[in-house]
């Protein structure tokens, strides 16, 4: 079945430094991934997201690259601050099901330290 | 930007209690919304998608029965768990997807969820 696994469950850097956080897929027709950050006791917040027929894409502080290859999403922040600390999930959407309809990996915890 | 209203943000009740949550969007009409469970230091489950004016659609071994939705207007869904047991203790999360100034896009708003636990 469809599945989203991470290489790193938990991550901790230091103030300043980039993060990246890792997800990799099984569904060869996803087509639509997103990335959330989630803070204890509250609903996922949209970071960033990116369509299949790209394979990066840059925000504030952030990047999401995907290669579809070996079907692998990552997330970078850059100047990673103690804010940044929360659990941070990616999610996907397999084509030609529902809008909306998204498949979560399992999450990645990082902590920031000052 | 859309705020997703979702209510209540936890409640405590007691085994064979039934206990409704609700999803609202406050600003912008979802046809469609969208219902996830969510266990400590685990990632969100979908539970069941939340069509307006038609029944729901519940992911495999999801009970319906057991976990009632109900889609009454454009801004509105509501999950109730009827006879809660302690095992359904857990973190319900909402989304809902707007119809119109994001149709097409996929950026779905989240409620703050509700955190339940049965007793």
């Known amino acids: 079945g469809e599945s989203v696994g991470l290489h790193l469950p938990t991550l901790s850097v230091q103030e300043g430094d980039n993060s990246i956080i890792n997800c990799a897929y099984s569904n060869s027709a996803s087509d639509y991934f997103i990335w959330y950050k989630q803070e204890s006791g509250k609903g996922p917040q949209f970071i960033i997201d990116?369509?299949?027929?790209?394979d990066k894409r840059q925000g504030q502080r952030v990047t999401v690259l995907l290669n579809k290859t070996v079907k692998h999403l990552s997330l970078q922040i850059a100047a990673t601050q103690p804010g940044d600390s929360a659990v941070y999930f990616c999610?996907?959407?397999?084509?030609?099901?529902?809008?909306?309809?998204?498949?979560f990996g399992q999450g990645t915890i990082l902590t920031v330290h000052p | 930007g859309a705020v997703v209203s979702q209510h209540p943000s936890w409640v405590i009740c007691k085994s064979g209690t039934s206990v409704k949550i609700e999803c609202r969007s406050l600003?912008?009409?979802?046809?469609?919304m969208f219902w996830y469970r969510q266990f400590p230091k685990q990632s969100l489950m979908l539970m069941a998608t939340s069509n307006e004016g038609s029944k729901a659609t519940y992911e495999q071994g999801v009970e319906k029965d057991k976990f009632l939705i109900n889609h009454a207007s454009l801004t509105l869904s509501t999950l109730t768990v009827t006879s809660a047991h302690p095992e359904d203790s857990s973190f319900y999360i909402c989304?809902?997807?707007?119809?119109?100034?994001?149709?097409?896009?996929?950026?779905?708003?989240f409620g703050s969820g509700t955190q339940l636990s049965v007793l």
């Open positions: 600003d912008f009409q979802a046809t469609t």
């Open positions: 989304s809902a997807r707007d119809n119109g100034r994001w149709a097409g896009n996929e950026k779905l708003f």
């Open positions: 999610a996907f959407r397999a084509g030609g099901t529902s809008y909306g309809k998204l498949t």
């Open positions: 990116i369509r299949s027929n790209m």
